[in-house]
């Protein structure tokens, strides 16, 4: 069992920066695939970000499009413990963001993107940006 308490989001005018974390209990954090997904009011829930849990992939890092190049996911095995750097932020970026947690995650791009393969969540930590 693995619980997830995410933390960070606010509000923020569009151009800022936020940096949201995932902690998550248990001793076995570094065997799980960590992601972020958001879900804007009315609209589905959307892949954001994961990052690998194989150690010899060295953290490999995947994105949705929409985020390429402004927001970088990372993670401190130690702490046990996700992030997500958000820059440049921008109106459409509001949304409930989700950390997720993925046993084992098969590390390729259409099983980290996709939100039925994870098997936990935290409750989400709502992203607000104004314009």
């Known amino acids: 069992q693995v619980q997830l308490v995410e933390s960070g989001g606010g509000l923020v005018q569009a151009g800022g920066s936020l940096r949201l974390s995932c902690a998550a209990s248990g001793r076995t954090f570094s065997s799980y695939a960590m992601g972020w997904f958001r879900q804007a009011s009315g609209k589905e829930r959307e892949f954001v970000a994961a990052?690998?849990?194989?150690?010899?992939?060295?953290?490999?890092?995947y994105y949705a499009d929409s985020v390429k190049g402004r927001f970088t996911i990372s993670r401190d095995n130690a702490k046990n413990t996700v992030y997500l750097q958000m820059n440049s932020l921008k109106p459409e970026d509001t949304a409930v963001y989700y950390c997720a947690a993925y046993l084992k995650g098969r590390d390729t791009g259409p099983a980290m993107s996709n939100p039925y393969e994870y098997d936990y969540w935290g409750q989400g930590t709502q992203v607000t940006v104004s314009s």
């Open positions: 990052i690998s849990w194989i150690t010899w992939s060295a953290g490999r890092t």
